[in-house]
């Protein structure tokens, strides 16, 4: 088991409104379009417990050159999964942890954001990030964040979509050669895989939540539709698998979003093409 769990999820869109959108029609109550008052960049949220899913765009306003810089990959691809964030107690305490570990750390970086409230009213977010390169694999690489005001984060009158999610059970990054990366996020996560097979390394978190590095082989016998990196692409974010009270009412709000899916017993899966460049998994809780 890892000694963090999972903390949210980015996607990186080219036009925010229309991303935010994408998401109202697979079902999901998105919420409204905030900006990061430091770094420059705005993003809309789907919050589920415990996690969110965070869509980011308007990179073309960021004042954070190096951090800028480092979007070139992610821009070449279009729409697409960019990192996930892992939990940190506090930024300060974990960063000479991570250093211990030879890993490659920016500064600390605040993503406050301004948050419109439900039923009115305004309040801030206090909300910190810091990078963590994967040099050997731009597009694999995590972060840690740490939230100092978690009742601007998490706000249950956003938890409630039409497509009945609840939580985020894991999620799956396709890679080349996955051995080569298990060192990296061995390293982040503070753990080692729970489970080993070919093609494919298992990272289970306190929560209970996975993280999945596949080969493409391994990838398309575990989730359909998983496809093929692109070329040039040694690894990325590939899935997310999400919870829903009822698949039925998923299904419904897929239907009435216009949404096509793939339907089993088990569960209803979008194809990374109507979801802003990640397959998206649901399954009954």
Known sequence: MTSR??????????????AANRYRRLGFRVMPAMEHVEIGTSNVIVQFHETYLEIIGDFEHCRIPELKGQMTPWHALGDVFWMTALTSTGLEADRPVLEAKGLNIEPIRSARRRLRLPDGGWT???SRSMYVWNTKSILTSMFVCDH??????????FQSH????????????????????????????G?????????????????????????EEAGRSVLSGLGTLEPGVSGRGA?????????????????DGGVLFQQS?????????????????????
Not at 193 to 215: A, D, Q
Not at 239 to 253: F, G, H, K, N, P
Not at 267 to 283: D, M, N, P, S, T
């Open 5 to 18: 769990s999972l903390d949210h999820f980015v996607l990186y869109a080219h036009d925010l409104e229309s």
């Open 265 to 285: 017993d088990e569960a209803l899966v979008v194809a990374a093409a109507h979801a802003g460049g990640i397959v998206l998994e649901f399954r009954a809780q």
């Open 124 to 126: 801030e977010t206090d």
């Open 162 to 189: 039409p497509n009945s999610a609840v939580r985020v059970a894991g999620i799956r990054y396709l890679i080349n050669e996955p051995t080569t990366d298990l060192d990296y996020f061995t390293r982040m996560f």
């Open 148 to 157: 100092r005001k978690p009742e601007a984060i998490w706000i249950p009158a």
């Open 191 to 215: 753990g080692a895989p729970i489970e080993r097979t070919p093609g494919c390394f298992r990272f289970e978190t306190p929560r209970g939540e996975f993280l999945e590095l596949l080969s």
């Open 239 to 255: 899935s997310m698998t999400i919870i829903v009270e009822s698949l039925e009412r998923c299904r419904w709000a897929l239907r």
